[in-house]
């Protein structure tokens, strides 16, 4: 990202951002006043006005009725359905303009090969560009939702020069409700508790899925994403940093001039003070544009749009709410019309940008924007000008892989002859001379309009400028997806075809057929056979299924092919054990969360994607050994805040002879291993950590130990996440199947701090008790569901076979009991992790001073010349979800204490 430095002074610049382009729009009709009498407002189809005046929020019913109306209405209005969400509803939008149908020419503006110059030119000169109002992708936050509604109206019906300017100059897509779910429940989470604003680059859930199809279909040059949080003020950009370094210069700029735009028409009491506080705005904190999965991030580096985060105190009546965002919604029309054909201009400049920096192999380098920040962590001096996704392992993640990307219209090759590589940089810090890419691998050139998604979603490492985390610092997917992976700065050519679908499924007749079970795919096509009565058998090597030809169905080869996964041929039936469908008990007891987390993951995982049966289990089902409990082979308990599960001592003895005859409990982070622990089912202890230490959503390399059928078909290196997991020393009882190496091989990315203390520690540990095992995860592998060799290790351990011991009722092994003895560690994180921050040792007097006005219960310590100050998240809060974690922050700022790190 390269920030641009306004020229003049910045009244200047409002005063030419506002000023319309009266070249740019079409002659028309005269504008006037009032509205048109044909389109319902407001006030007379829901019987109340929307903003001031406002005495209640809109129904989901109500959104989707007046967006029907309106379009019925409007000439100037058109309205669809992109999608359903998780349960059924629909997910409407609108598009207003009185040039609708020019959408065509503003997605040619993404590719310029297919576009001259002039043609550019004319394009920005004639043409409207497209902005995207989208509200309420957190199902609680409702005022964007209503306020898109009053905008809806004003364009639709209004008469007045503001109105015309708008259509004239604009394609505006208005989607009020990302999350209607969430939105009838009151809840935060999607009806399977994913956060839909952390879901953008995996895509993972049908709210996100049918959004970004949309996006493809309308091209943003302007996107805004309408929250809420908590107080009574308000956030527009410009953002606080980090700011990924893939976002092009433009959309920065773009994003700092609409944020003059938005001071101008805010209105209330404008900007906060020492001494005004509420109904007022503030710019520069909190919001980053960093993390790849926000509403704000995927726009501005895979649409090139002015994404934007708006976000309106939670605790403000409803007409203020809804008036704040519709002043801004409003005022963000308004610049984006009178700068439309500057802004297409820059758009087109982007992308031909971005294919130059493809082909010199360039990345862009690392800025701040915001007041008093400097660069901490450049980006280094290397040049990429190819990725290839090697296809010897993982194959059919690796094609999931190559459909997410092609789904970004990121142009992905199959390698037809062998290539060789003279310099590669191997996932994992390492360097290779001479590498050989085979025939079938997957090539993606960065010399495409997509470079700044490709390095931004495929890249090693993030490479944050400032150590300020909202949210996790990687989410590399060849590292997500566990598969191999090299990329080179060398000028390659290999002979290779564009993908243009996904490989998979039979290739021709055959009696058997059979496939790799080494891939989460895999995973997820076996339990579909389960589920539908099919009979594989997994071979003795259990890297391999095989069936019967009259088990693969035309159905069954459509899912294949879906997955990825080939099914080969074969003349002979194999011997081996015959899989049987898992009978899964979720645990919903004591300390788990239904709403949010790994509950919910569970759910939508081993539920919707697998096809599973998952039965609630409760903590007295196990305390009474209950038939809900008994009757399982498999329980999985999530993450929580419980060290216990509220297990008594007969409850835990339950677990015990259950598991010993023959059954798997799998246990999540947090609560799964402390619940383990405390039932005398692991040797494992956890391990304190330093009062500096700190692992932000990072990933390591992790070493395999491939005794344990939990490890099938992973390779001996892999990489798995961490974000402040429990530290497990490995145990003596039972198979550490991954763990962190001791040697110089060990290797993260990402922001970590006193890392080294995870050198030789257990990350998965299978664990025997008489028949059957625990299983327990340092990390969730269910993690937003986009962690696909987490996966598949959690698929292996649900398929764990019994083993041939006989032992009914177990005692507790002395090194059990003495980890089972330890007091637990304290819930400081709950499925989150608590909030740090770090200042100098000289600050810490003036900072507790601070932080003692919000609570009582952080502590400090002081590393070397830093102090670092630990305020405890036992509910496992998002940082926007915290009650107070920004107004301290800010506070911190505003006495002048220099803030050396912030982790919420």
């Not at 391999?544 to 099914?567: F, H, I, K, M, N």
């Not at 677990?655 to 402390?674: C, D, F, K, P």
Request: with cysteine.
């Amino acid at each position: 990202m390269r920030v641009p430095r306004p020229a003049g002074a910045m009244a200047i610049v409002l005063a030419v951002a506002l000023m319309p382009q009266l070249s740019a729009a079409p002659a028309g009709a005269a504008c006037g006043d009032g509205y048109r009498s044909t389109v319902p407002s407001p006030a007379s189809f829901l019987g109340f006005p929307l903003g001031a005046g406002q005495p209640r929020v809109v129904t989901n019913a109500e959104i989707r009725g007046y967006l029907s109306a309106v379009d019925r209405a409007s000439d100037r209005v058109s309205t669809g359905t992109m999608g359903t969400s998780v349960l059924g509803r629909p997910l409407d939008y609108a598009v207003v303009s009185d040039r609708p149908g020019a959408v065509e020419e503003i997605r040619a503006l993404r590719d310029p090969r297919g576009l001259t110059a002039g043609q550019a030119r004319r394009i920005a000169a004639e043409r409207p560009a497209v902005v995207w109002i989208a509200g309420n992708v957190h199902g609680g936050e409702t005022s964007g939702a209503d306020a898109a509604l009053k905008t809806l109206y004003e364009l639709a019906a209004g008469r007045s020069c503001a109105v015309k300017q708008r259509n004239d100059n604009l394609i505006t897509v208005i989607l009020p409700t990302q999350n209607p779910d969430g939105r009838d429940a009151n809840r935060r989470q999607n009806e399977y508790g994913f956060d839909l604003n952390r879901d953008w680059f995996a895509r993972t859930q049908p709210e996100t899925d049918s959004k970004l199809q949309l996006l493809r279909r309308f091209p943003p040059q302007v996107f805004i994403d309408a929250h809420e949080m908590g107080g009574r003020q308000y956030f527009f950009p410009p953002n606080a940093d980090p700011i990924h370094h893939e976002i092009a210069s433009e959309p920065v700029d773009w994003i700092n001039r609409i944020g003059e735009a938005n001071k101008a028409g805010f209105g209330y009491q404008g900007a906060c003070t020492e001494t005004v506080t509420t109904e007022c705005y503030f710019n520069y904190d909190t919001y980053d544009l960093f993390y790849m999965g926000y509403g704000d991030t995927v726009p501005a580096t895979g649409f090139g749009a002015a994404g934007m985060t708006y976000e309106k105190g939670s605790a403000s009546a409803v007409e203020d709410r809804v008036q704040q965002q519709f002043n801004t919604q409003w005022s963000t029309l308004g610049w984006a019309a009178a700068n439309k054909r500057a802004v297409l201009t820059g758009y087109y400049r982007q992308w031909s940008d971005a294919l130059a920096e493809g082909r010199a192999g360039k990345l862009e380098p690392n800025e701040v924007v915001q007041p008093g920040n400097e660069v901490r962590f450049p980006v280094p001096d290397l040049r990429i000008k190819s990725y290839f996704l090697m296809p010897g392992r993982q194959l059919a993640d690796v094609r999931g892989l190559v459909e997410r990307l092609r789904r970004m219209d990121v142009e992905v090759y199959e390698v037809k002859e062998p290539l060789r590589v003279r310099d590669a940089r191997l996932f994992g810090g390492r360097r290779a001379t001479g590498v050989t890419v085979p025939a079938g691998a997957y090539w993606i050139p960065m010399e495409q309009p997509q470079k700044h998604w490709i390095q931004a979603t495929l890249g090693e490492d993030p490479y944050a400028p400032f150590p300020y985390f909202y949210d996790v610092s990687s989410w590399s997917n060849p590292l997500l997806t566990g598969i191999e992976t090299i990329y080179t700065g060398d000028d390659v050519r290999p002979r290779a075809v564009p993908v243009t679908k996904i490989d998979g499924g039979r290739t021709r007749v055959a009696p058997y057929y059979a496939y790799e079970l080494d891939s989460a795919a895999a995973a997820q096509l076996t339990f579909r056979l389960l589920g539908q009565g099919a009979h594989p058998v997994r071979e003795p090597d259990l890297d391999r299924v095989s069936l019967p030809a009259s088990e693969v169905t035309p159905a069954v080869d459509r899912l294949a092919r879906s997955l990825g996964v080939d099914l080969t041929p074969r003349l002979r039936p194999v011997t081996g054990v015959a899989l049987t469908r898992p009978d899964v008990g979720l645990f919903r007891g004591t300390g788990i969360s239904t709403t949010s987390g790994s509950f919910g993951e569970a759910r939508y995982v081993l539920g919707e994607r697998w096809g599973l049966d998952l039965t609630p289990v409760t903590t007295a089902d196990i305390n009474d050994n209950t038939a809900a409990f008994t009757g399982r082979t498999v329980l999985l308990v999530p993450d929580g805040s419980s060290a216990t599960g509220g297990l008594t001592a007969a409850g835990q003895a339950n677990l015990r002879a259950w598991i010993a005859q023959g059954h798997t409990y799998i246990g999540l982070r947090n609560e799964g291993t402390r619940l383990a622990r405390a039932a005398g089912l692991t040797s494992t202890t956890e391990a304190p950590k330093p009062d500096d230490y700190l692992v932000i959503g990072s990933h390591l390399r992790v070493d395999l130990d491939a005794r344990s059928p939990v490890a099938a078909g992973r390779p001996a290196e892999d990489f798995e996440f961490n974000n402040g997991d429990p530290i497990l020393t490995p145990s003596s009882t039972g198979v550490n199947v991954l763990t962190y190496p001791g040697d110089d091989s060990f290797w993260h990315n990402g922001y970590t701090v006193h890392e080294d203390v995870l050198k030789g520690t257990a990350v998965v540990v299978d664990e025997p008790t008489g028949a059957g095992q625990a299983v327990l995860f340092a990390f969730n592998p269910l993690f937003r569901a986009y962690n696909e060799s987490g996966l598949h290790l959690l698929a292996n351990a649900v398929l764990h076979p019994s083993s041939p011991a006989t032992l009914r009722a177990p005692g507790v092994a002395p090194a059990r009991a003495a980890a089972a003895a330890r007091p637990p560690a304290p819930n400081l994180g709950g499925e989150w992790r608590p909030s740090r921050i770090e200042v100098a040792a000289t600050d810490l007097t003036r900072t507790r001073s601070i932080v003692s006005r919000y609570t009582g219960t952080a502590t400090t310590a002081l590393v070397g010349d830093s102090a670092y100050v630990t305020i405890p998240n036992p509910q496992g809060l998002q940082p926007d979800e915290h009650p107070f974690l920004r107004s301290l922050v800010a506070d911190l700022r505003a006495t002048g204490i220099p803030l050396r790190s912030v982790v919420g």
